[in-house]
């Protein structure tokens, strides 16, 4: 299981990202235990100064924008 966060503080680009992520997570079968990040302390202690800021397995592997769908199946098969 792929232990995901989602770190923002609640706007439109980051409710996408979790359903992005859910949406990919279900379609190629691979279990999540997502979670969302919201208090701005705890995303700062991963150094991530624009959201969303995607956590997996405790590595940084996105910030900014909305993670194109194709990059999200990468990160969910490594």
Not at 27 to 48: C, F, N, R, T
């Amino acid at each position: 299981m792929k232990d995901i966060k989602v770190l923002g503080t609640g706007c439109a680009n980051c409710r996408t990202t979790i359903a992005l992520i859910e949406e990919v997570a279900r379609e190629k079968g691979v279990p999540v235990a997502l979670q969302k990040v919201e208090d701005i302390k705890d995303i700062m202690s991963y150094g991530i100064m624009s959201t969303p800021g995607v956590v997996i397995d405790g590595k940084v592997v996105h910030a900014g924008g909305i993670p194109a769908r194709d990059k999200i199946g990468q990160w969910l098969e490594a």
